[in-house]
């Protein structure tokens, strides 16, 4: 039997979580954890290691890109992908996101093929 993927999902916003969760729970190999702060979320990393940090870009306190450089502050977690969630579409905005370790960034809103389709190409492509 094949190990499962985990992915801990980082969002303020209850809806999302919730819609991700229908999404990402209907896939049979991946196991969700969701967090709704930044702290959650090291919580989470550090009770297991996960294959994938799909991540809300604007949350108050602590926002994605500076959840997922401290999170990389840790060895452990140096090589895990991770992809941003984000309704911040201008060119400016996806142009900063371009430039952290995220292996890429998912458009809000989004529909699940395309979620799934990302989260498994994501997985697919970890090294480490």
Request: charged share 25%; aromatic share 4%.
């Amino acid at each position: 039997m094949q190990r499962r993927s985990r992915v801990v999902h980082v969002d303020d916003d209850p809806e999302t979580l919730v819609l991700v969760q229908l999404i990402l729970d209907g896939e049979p190999d991946l196991d969700l954890v969701s967090c709704s702060t930044a702290a959650e979320a090291h919580v989470a990393a550090a009770a297991a290691v996960p294959d994938l940090f799909l991540i809300d870009v604007m949350m108050p306190g602590t926002d994605g890109p500076t959840l997922l450089e401290e999170l990389r502050a840790h060895r452990v977690f140096a090589h895990v992908p991770a992809l941003f969630v984000t309704a911040k579409t201008h060119p400016s905005d996806l142009e900063a996101l371009s430039r952290t370790s995220a292996a890429g960034v998912v458009r809000k809103p989004f529909d699940a093929a395309t979620l799934v389709a990302r989260v498994r190409g994501s997985l697919a492509a970890r090294v480490g």
